[in-house]
Protein backbone atom coordinates (compact mmCIF):
# COMPACT_ATOMS: atom_id res chain seq x y z
CA UNK A 1 0.00 0.00 0.00
CA UNK A 2 1.02 3.57 -0.83
CA UNK A 3 0.10 6.92 1.40
CA UNK A 4 -0.33 7.29 4.40
CA UNK A 5 0.07 3.86 7.10
CA UNK A 6 -1.14 5.86 10.40
CA UNK A 7 -3.22 9.13 10.41
CA UNK A 8 -3.65 10.06 14.25
CA UNK A 9 -5.44 13.32 14.89
CA UNK A 10 -6.06 14.97 18.22
CA UNK A 11 -6.30 11.52 19.84
CA UNK A 12 -7.27 11.58 23.85
CA UNK A 13 -7.57 8.78 25.99
CA UNK A 14 -8.49 8.54 29.92
CA UNK A 15 -8.17 5.68 31.65
CA UNK A 16 -9.35 5.43 35.14
CA UNK A 17 -10.46 9.04 35.29
CA UNK A 18 -7.06 10.11 34.49
CA UNK A 19 -5.84 11.85 31.13
CA UNK A 20 -3.20 8.97 29.59
CA UNK A 21 -2.73 11.01 25.76
CA UNK A 22 -3.97 14.40 25.20
CA UNK A 23 -4.36 16.21 21.59
CA UNK A 24 -2.14 13.36 20.02
CA UNK A 25 -1.23 13.94 16.33
CA UNK A 26 1.34 12.73 14.09
CA UNK A 27 1.23 10.99 11.04
CA UNK A 28 3.38 7.99 9.03
CA UNK A 29 3.94 7.04 5.41
CA UNK A 30 3.42 3.52 4.37
CA UNK A 31 6.92 1.52 4.52
CA UNK A 32 8.47 4.32 6.90
CA UNK A 33 9.43 3.35 10.85
CA UNK A 34 9.31 5.24 13.55
CA UNK A 35 10.32 5.50 17.25
CA UNK A 36 8.23 6.89 20.01
CA UNK A 37 10.26 7.15 23.22
CA UNK A 38 9.59 9.17 26.36
CA UNK A 39 9.77 8.53 29.62
CA UNK A 40 7.93 5.73 31.86
CA UNK A 41 4.23 6.98 32.44
CA UNK A 42 4.63 9.38 29.42
CA UNK A 43 1.96 6.76 27.56
CA UNK A 44 3.89 5.64 24.36
CA UNK A 45 2.62 1.87 25.60
CA UNK A 46 -1.25 3.25 25.43
CA UNK A 47 -0.27 4.66 22.16
CA UNK A 48 0.45 1.23 20.75
CA UNK A 49 -2.77 -0.49 22.47
CA UNK A 50 -4.80 2.52 20.96
CA UNK A 51 -3.20 1.34 17.47
CA UNK A 52 -4.39 -1.91 17.99
CA UNK A 53 -7.48 -0.83 18.87
CA UNK A 54 -7.34 -2.50 22.22
CA UNK A 55 -7.48 0.89 24.08
CA UNK A 56 -10.39 3.44 23.13
CA UNK A 57 -10.22 6.72 22.25
CA UNK A 58 -11.80 9.64 24.40
CA UNK A 59 -11.60 11.76 21.60
CA UNK A 60 -9.86 12.19 17.94
CA UNK A 61 -9.49 9.70 15.28
CA UNK A 62 -7.01 6.77 14.21
CA UNK A 63 -6.82 5.74 10.30
CA UNK A 64 -5.23 3.10 9.34
CA UNK A 65 -4.29 3.04 5.65
CA UNK A 66 -6.96 5.93 4.54
CA UNK A 67 -9.66 4.18 6.74
CA UNK A 68 -10.84 4.92 10.22
CA UNK A 69 -9.60 1.79 12.50
CA UNK A 70 -13.18 1.38 13.64
CA UNK A 71 -14.45 0.29 10.29
CA UNK A 72 -11.81 -2.48 10.28
CA UNK A 73 -13.09 -6.21 11.50
CA UNK A 74 -10.77 -8.01 13.64
CA UNK A 75 -9.82 -10.65 11.71
CA UNK A 76 -8.63 -7.74 9.13
CA UNK A 77 -7.03 -5.77 11.30
CA UNK A 78 -5.20 -9.11 12.83
CA UNK A 79 -4.19 -9.38 9.37
CA UNK A 80 -2.44 -5.92 8.91
CA UNK A 81 -1.13 -5.33 12.04
CA UNK A 82 1.41 -7.64 13.73
CA UNK A 83 2.44 -6.70 17.19
CA UNK A 84 5.79 -7.39 19.80
CA UNK A 85 5.43 -7.37 23.34
CA UNK A 86 7.91 -6.68 25.88
CA UNK A 87 9.58 -10.14 27.07
CA UNK A 88 7.78 -11.61 29.91
CA UNK A 89 8.27 -14.81 31.61
CA UNK A 90 5.63 -16.86 28.68
CA UNK A 91 3.94 -19.73 30.29
CA UNK A 92 1.68 -20.61 27.62
CA UNK A 93 2.15 -24.83 27.22
CA UNK A 94 2.96 -24.81 23.67
CA UNK A 95 5.81 -25.31 21.77
CA UNK A 96 7.79 -22.75 19.77
CA UNK A 97 6.26 -23.83 16.10
CA UNK A 98 2.38 -24.09 17.83
CA UNK A 99 2.39 -21.22 18.92
CA UNK A 100 4.09 -19.14 15.83
CA UNK A 101 0.88 -21.51 14.26
CA UNK A 102 -1.59 -20.01 16.39
CA UNK A 103 -0.51 -16.28 14.68
CA UNK A 104 -2.35 -17.74 11.28
CA UNK A 105 -5.93 -17.87 13.33
CA UNK A 106 -6.92 -14.70 11.82
CA UNK A 107 -6.67 -16.69 8.05
CA UNK A 108 -8.94 -19.48 9.11
CA UNK A 109 -12.52 -19.11 8.17
CA UNK A 110 -15.31 -21.36 10.56
CA UNK A 111 -14.40 -24.65 11.79
CA UNK A 112 -11.79 -25.19 9.50
CA UNK A 113 -7.60 -26.28 10.06
CA UNK A 114 -4.18 -24.69 9.27
CA UNK A 115 -3.64 -25.86 6.29
CA UNK A 116 -0.15 -26.65 4.58
CA UNK A 117 0.07 -23.24 2.83
CA UNK A 118 -0.63 -21.97 6.90
CA UNK A 119 2.41 -24.32 8.14
CA UNK A 120 4.52 -23.31 5.63
CA UNK A 121 4.13 -19.85 6.31
CA UNK A 122 4.74 -20.93 9.51
CA UNK A 123 8.03 -22.40 8.70
CA UNK A 124 9.14 -19.18 7.23
CA UNK A 125 8.73 -17.02 9.75
CA UNK A 126 10.53 -19.04 12.07
CA UNK A 127 13.55 -19.07 9.92
CA UNK A 128 13.23 -15.16 9.04
CA UNK A 129 13.07 -14.36 12.55
CA UNK A 130 16.46 -17.20 13.03
CA UNK A 131 14.32 -19.72 15.78
CA UNK A 132 13.37 -22.55 13.39
CA UNK A 133 15.91 -24.41 15.46
CA UNK A 134 13.28 -23.86 18.49
CA UNK A 135 10.39 -25.58 16.80
CA UNK A 136 9.66 -28.35 19.16
CA UNK A 137 11.02 -26.88 21.65
CA UNK A 138 8.45 -25.74 24.96
CA UNK A 139 7.98 -21.90 24.30
CA UNK A 140 8.49 -21.45 28.15
CA UNK A 141 12.16 -23.06 28.25
CA UNK A 142 13.70 -20.54 26.22
CA UNK A 143 15.44 -17.51 27.59
CA UNK A 144 14.38 -13.87 27.53
CA UNK A 145 16.18 -13.20 24.08
CA UNK A 146 14.96 -16.43 22.14
CA UNK A 147 11.17 -16.00 23.06
CA UNK A 148 11.50 -12.49 21.66
CA UNK A 149 12.49 -14.03 18.61
CA UNK A 150 9.40 -16.42 18.91
CA UNK A 151 7.23 -13.51 19.14
CA UNK A 152 8.10 -12.20 15.95
CA UNK A 153 7.82 -14.91 14.28
CA UNK A 154 4.57 -15.48 15.56
CA UNK A 155 3.62 -11.43 14.06
CA UNK A 156 5.51 -12.54 10.68
CA UNK A 157 2.96 -15.05 9.73
CA UNK A 158 0.34 -12.79 10.08
CA UNK A 159 2.13 -11.53 7.00
CA UNK A 160 1.09 -8.08 8.62
CA UNK A 161 1.85 -4.82 7.18
CA UNK A 162 2.88 -3.08 10.10
CA UNK A 163 4.81 -4.06 12.73
CA UNK A 164 3.94 -2.60 16.28
CA UNK A 165 6.96 -3.39 19.08
CA UNK A 166 6.64 -2.62 22.84
CA UNK A 167 9.56 -2.08 23.88
CA UNK A 168 11.15 -5.27 22.19
CA UNK A 169 15.10 -5.44 23.79
CA UNK A 170 13.53 -4.55 27.55
CA UNK A 171 15.33 -6.59 30.25
CA UNK A 172 17.40 -8.45 27.66
CA UNK A 173 21.19 -8.70 27.97
CA UNK A 174 23.11 -7.15 25.42
CA UNK A 175 23.69 -9.85 23.27
CA UNK A 176 19.86 -10.24 22.54
CA UNK A 177 19.52 -6.63 22.46
CA UNK A 178 21.51 -6.60 19.53
CA UNK A 179 20.10 -9.77 18.00
CA UNK A 180 16.69 -7.97 18.04
CA UNK A 181 17.70 -5.08 16.88
CA UNK A 182 19.47 -6.25 14.05
CA UNK A 183 16.57 -8.53 13.30
CA UNK A 184 13.74 -5.90 13.05
CA UNK A 185 16.39 -3.77 11.02
CA UNK A 186 16.45 -6.28 8.66
CA UNK A 187 12.99 -6.95 8.41
CA UNK A 188 12.35 -3.52 8.12
CA UNK A 189 14.65 -3.66 4.85
CA UNK A 190 13.66 -6.88 3.17
CA UNK A 191 10.07 -6.70 3.64
CA UNK A 192 8.79 -2.64 3.22
CA UNK A 193 6.29 -2.96 6.46
CA UNK A 194 5.82 -0.05 8.33
CA UNK A 195 7.45 -0.01 12.00
CA UNK A 196 6.43 1.70 15.00
CA UNK A 197 8.82 1.03 18.07
CA UNK A 198 8.58 2.12 21.63
CA UNK A 199 11.87 2.63 22.48
CA UNK A 200 14.13 3.51 25.62
CA UNK A 201 17.40 2.95 23.52
CA UNK A 202 18.24 6.35 21.87
CA UNK A 203 21.57 5.17 20.40
CA UNK A 204 20.93 1.79 18.67
CA UNK A 205 16.81 2.64 19.12
CA UNK A 206 15.64 5.81 17.88
CA UNK A 207 18.81 7.38 16.36
CA UNK A 208 17.69 4.10 13.59
CA UNK A 209 14.56 4.98 12.25
CA UNK A 210 13.01 7.46 9.91
CA UNK A 211 11.23 9.60 12.07
CA UNK A 212 10.67 10.25 16.27
CA UNK A 213 7.86 10.93 18.32
CA UNK A 214 8.46 12.42 21.70
CA UNK A 215 5.71 12.26 24.26
CA UNK A 216 5.80 13.35 27.95
CA UNK A 217 2.68 13.85 30.19
CA UNK A 218 0.95 12.02 27.69
CA UNK A 219 1.41 14.96 24.91
CA UNK A 220 3.62 15.33 21.84
CA UNK A 221 6.79 17.27 22.67
CA UNK A 222 8.56 16.01 19.99
CA UNK A 223 7.77 15.04 16.57
CA UNK A 224 10.45 14.99 13.32
CA UNK A 225 13.49 13.40 12.40
CA UNK A 226 15.94 11.59 14.85
CA UNK A 227 18.66 14.38 14.64
CA UNK A 228 15.67 16.33 16.17
CA UNK A 229 16.97 15.18 19.38
CA UNK A 230 20.83 16.07 19.12
CA UNK A 231 19.05 20.10 19.44
CA UNK A 232 20.73 21.79 22.44
CA UNK A 233 18.24 21.10 25.86
CA UNK A 234 15.80 18.99 23.29
CA UNK A 235 16.53 15.74 25.23
CA UNK A 236 16.78 17.19 28.84
CA UNK A 237 13.38 18.78 28.41
CA UNK A 238 11.92 15.62 27.34
CA UNK A 239 13.44 13.49 30.51
CA UNK A 240 14.59 16.10 32.89
CA UNK A 241 18.30 15.11 32.80
CA UNK A 242 21.10 16.22 31.31
CA UNK A 243 22.94 14.79 28.61
CA UNK A 244 26.33 14.86 27.04
CA UNK A 245 27.00 13.66 23.00
CA UNK A 246 29.69 11.73 22.22
CA UNK A 247 31.35 11.19 18.69
CA UNK A 248 32.83 7.74 17.82
CA UNK A 249 36.33 8.97 15.80
CA UNK A 250 36.43 6.48 13.25
CA UNK A 251 32.88 6.48 12.16
CA UNK A 252 31.85 9.92 13.40
CA UNK A 253 28.77 8.87 14.99
CA UNK A 254 27.34 10.39 17.51
CA UNK A 255 26.18 8.74 20.66
CA UNK A 256 23.73 9.85 23.75
CA UNK A 257 24.98 9.71 27.40
CA UNK A 258 22.97 10.40 30.39
CA UNK A 259 24.54 12.91 31.91
CA UNK A 260 24.75 14.05 35.99
CA UNK A 261 23.50 17.35 37.46
CA UNK A 262 26.11 19.09 39.18
CA UNK A 263 24.87 20.37 42.83
Do not use: W
Amino acid sequence: MTGSAYRIDHLTVALGGKTVLRDVSFSLESGSSMAVIGPNGAGKSTLLKCLLRLVMPAAGSIRLFEKDLGRYSRRALARLTGYVPQAGSDTVPFTVEEFVLMARYAYLGAFSHFTETDRQITRDAMARARVENFAGRMLHTLSGGERQKVHIAAALAQQPQVMLLDEATAFLDYRHQVEILELTDALRRETGMTVIAVTHDLNQGALQYDKVLALKDGAVVCSGRPGDLLETGRLESIYDTPFRFLEEPETGTTYVVPGRRVP
